[in-house]
């Protein structure tokens, strides 16, 4: 099992999902993840549509979950009050989710 975890505070949903998204891909060696769980601030929560769909396009996962969140955890930081999404994928052989 491979999981990774990225985050973007760049203000515009578009451009933060597609970062978190190419990242996220990239270090699971190019693989479509089986399981990915995105949080969003709620700057992002507003357009949770252009978010949920640059995930799909980019990532192709699986499963795609995720929620809106008060503050946001990853690469050993903690948000709160401002921009951001952290996405957290999974490469899981075996695993029927």
Known sequence: MQFEAVVSKDSD?????ADVADRARE???DQAPDLAVVFASARHLSHSETLLGVLRDR???T???GCGAGGLIGEGEEIEFEPAISLMVGKLPGVLI
């Open 13 to 17: 949903t578009a451009i933060a999902a």
């Open 27 to 29: 270090a699971l060696g």
């Open 59 to 61: 990532l192709a996962p």
């Open 63 to 65: 499963v795609l979950i």
